[in-house]
């Protein structure tokens, strides 16, 4: 009774625990493999010729699991159990892992034996592959300017000793994958790391630099025939530090996602670990043209929205994650055509990039150049960031490196970060700019061009209001889901005649908008005080 009792409630499966360790990396849990796997056609685990690899083994989980499935896939072709697993592992199933740890662990979950060749790994390989085929090599980054060739990674960072791991990823750092294993794979699969920075995998760190597209791309260059991973959502929307649009559009106009889960919340793949913008796992296919089915796992209704079609369906080059922001855009569109595809007819064109007008030295966060009173020499105000405050203080013009026609502008400042898709302020609030002011990194500065803008104060006081409406602020959301603003955040946001002052109701009333949509946004924001 005991026993029977033991057995049903406790799953004994290590690999479900180390998948909830905060750690360095995250862990894949078992049960989440099994969706993923699920995803490819199951007549793959009935052939003995096919191929799969694992470039980014960290518990070798998604190699056993597909194992397992091999297994039973193959008894009638294989009748004979120790003759099926030798032809498994020595033919079908291959990895590389990320560090030297995992790659002990992996084969310690896939072969039973951190040693391939003794006499208790599950399949006994030859001497001359004590490492059997989940491999690891310590490898070194290739430094240029202070950067990694391959990854971006940093020299100061990750110039290390022999006795800590260099993060110097073999698959996308020039591994001649095929030459090593000596052939060809039908499925890479696996769960990539995010990015290079200090703690966990995918935390939200400001210098971050995303290198699951790395992995993404090698990948695809091996022609698999499937390629299914995890990663994070961020490069859907191109909010993903690092990861070029046009790689993103390249993505995306392909057309070979036959299958996208899509979930905004990271914690319903991972317990216990958040990762800003929510994960996805999909399923590419090679031969495959065509609509994907996409399943939008939403955080706050907890329901899934499945939708079938091609995922820029709106021109925007991101992915519209959420369906029910389709038909407010539609609407919207109908007003203003294709607005979102030309930053010069959305309120993203009137918003600069970031870093306008300090440079590597000057009017940075902690540059501290600044007077704080306000003299001949020591006359332009200058807004910035005290003790997570906003204030000013007063700099001269020749310690303004960059962009000084825009100083003598009416113009808004805005924080460039701040709030969350997972929140309900979304963005930090606005203030006026008055002439003869700059500000900090701190900040972006919306009508920034001397030319194209040139607005009043009034304007620029319409253009706070407006910034600070439901409706404003729930279009920004639809593609900011971290605390970075940049301003493509603001693609889906239509510019205005702000000759006038705007209200959500006009704004409701302009663009149609029906009851269900209005109590939609006002369901998902705030108004703000």
């Keep these: 009774m005991e026993t029977s009792l033991f057995n049903n409630v406790y799953n004994p499966d290590v690999l479900s625990c180390i998948a909830n360790l905060s750690n360095d990396e995250v862990f894949t849990p078992p049960e989440l493999v099994n969706k993923i796997i699920d995803m490819l056609p199951q007549e793959l685990f009935e052939n003995p010729d096919t191929t799969f690899l694992d470039p980014c083994c960290k518990s070798g989980v998604f190699l056993r699991e597909i194992a397992k499935r091999l297994i039973k896939g193959l008894e009638h072709q294989i009748p004979d159990l120790e003759k099926r697993i030798e032809h498994i592992f020595s033919k079908q199933i291959f990895g590389i892992a990320i560090t030297e740890l995992t790659s002990l662990l992996s084969r310690r979950s896939v072969y039973c034996s951190k040693y391939p060749s003794s006499e208790w790994s599950a399949y006994q390989f030859p001497e001359d592959k004590p490492q059997g085929n989940i491999i690891y090599q310590r490898i070194k980054h290739t430094w240029k300017d202070g950067k990694c060739i391959y990854c971006g990674a940093s020299q100061n960072t990750y110039d290390r000793g022999a006795e800590l791991e260099t993060h110097a990823y073999q698959f996308i750092h020039n591994l001649d994958v095929k030459r090593v294993f000596k052939m060809k794979f039908d499925v890479i699969i696996g769960n990539p790391p995010y990015q290079m920075t200090f703690g966990i995998e995918g935390g939200n760190s400001a210098n971050a630099k995303s290198i699951y597209n790395l992995f993404i791309e090698n990948a695809i260059k091996l022609n698999p025939r499937y390629l299914c991973m995890i990663t994070p959502s961020r490069w859907m929307t191109k909010t993903a530090q690092g990861i070029p649009d046009a790689w993103v ?114 009017l940075t966060s902690n540059w501290k150049g600044y007077k704080d009173n306000k003299s001949t020499e020591y006359s332009i105000k200058y807004y910035l960031n005290i003790n997570r405050e906003r204030t000013f203080r007063w700099i001269s013009n020749s310690q303004l490196p960059k962009n000084k026609r825009t100083k003598d502008l009416h113009k808004v400042y805005i924080p460039a970060a701040g709030g969350s898709g997972y929140d309900d302020i979304i963005l930090g609030k606005p203030f006026y700019g008055e002439p003869n002011s700059v500000c900090s990194q701190t900040f972006l500065v919306i009508g920034y061009d001397p030319v194209k803008h040139n607005l009043s104060e009034e304007e620029c006081q319409n253009i706070i209001k407006y910034i600070q409406t439901r409706f404003f602020r729930y279009l920004v959301s639809i593609k900011k889901k971290t605390q970075n603003g940049p301003r493509g955040v603001y693609q889906f946001v239509p510019l205005q005649d702000f000759s006038r002052s705007w209200t959500d109701e006009k704004l409701y009333a302009k663009y149609g908008l029906d009851d269900k949509e209005i109590a939609f946004i006002e369901s998902m924001i705030r108004p703000i005080d």
């Design 249 to 362: 559009d390249s993505m995306l106009v392909q057309n070979k996602f036959r299958v996208i889960h899509d979930f905004e919340n990271a914690s319903e793949c991972f317990p216990g670990v958040e990762i800003k913008g929510g994960v996805n796992y999909f399923l590419w296919d090679r031969d495959y043209q065509g609509k994907c089915n996409y399943y939008f796992h939403q955080a706050q209704t907890n329901c899934i929205i499945e939708r079938y079609d091609y995922l820029d369906s709106k021109g925007a080059g991101v992915v519209v994650r959420d369906p029910q922001a389709y038909s407010i855009l539609e609407k919207i569109g109908k007003v203003e055509g294709h607005y979102f595809s030309n930053p010069d007819n959305n309120f993203s064109g009137l918003v600069s990039a970031k870093h306008f007008f300090d440079d590597s030295t000057l």
